[in-house]
């Protein structure tokens, strides 16, 4: 029988050659346009960076209200209802002049970037951030948001004459508490102890004590938030937080290098293309697939 010979491997062609990526060459089409891809982000970096320079700045200033406070009958969550309201900013907005030649919607909806609160999930402190032109302005937009906020927490009609009765009587009663523990002190200091009386003693100490702590609960119902339950009051900022020059030199310098290296290599496979029949094709079909004709 005839010796079969061996099937030799043809080698790759000339078209699966050309479909491989040569590394060399990418290097080379690197080193040729090093200056355009490292010159040019640079100097598109500092521009935006000399750019960022003269936009208008804005400042910060944060404080921070305990509004937890006990016997307060607005919570934390409706103090930040309220600061965010359109009526509320509104009102603080006419207060301070702040865009009265504007209609009402673009000027609530310019308060509503300068005026933002929050509330901590565990701590239930309520933090408010205001932003201004100026350092005096976003403290003093600070101050007028908590200064249009404390009346709001006050008791009124029916509610505050409640307290109002609430608190008389407990101070009635403590004054009656203080009096006999005054006449029953001086028993005590003439000799003359009995079980009895140390006991009722003993016992009108912890009443008293607990007709103050409730004088105090409703004193604090009555007057609602003040000065005292600040936490932080209005910072003066001294740098301001917009606009980032470094944060948006670099994003432009980044995004500007991105750009010219895919400028480079599309510029570098056209011009291959012409060249290269299978690479020719290949452009081919990318022009078809957007819709140009070829």
Known sequence: MPRSTPAVPAPPDAAEKTDEIDLLDLLIVLAEHLKLLTITPLLIGLLCLL??????RSFESVSILDADKSGVSVSPSAIVSLSNSADFLEAVALDLGIAQDRSKATRNKLMTQLVSASMGRQDKLVTLRTFGPSPEEAQTLNAAVWRHLRPLSVPRGDELRRLQGLLQTEQDRLAEGNQLEQTITQQLQKGHVTDQLARL???LLDANSNRMRAIVTLQAQMEGLTDEDMVQTPTLPERSVKPKPLLIATMATLTSAMLLLLFVLARHAVQNSWQQPEQAKK???LRA???RKP
Do not use: H, K, N, Q
């Open 51 to 56: 750019v960022s320079l003269w936009l208008p």
């Open 201 to 203: 003693y003993g016992e």
């Open 283 to 285: 452009i081919a079909r």
């Open 289 to 291: 697939a957007f819709g």
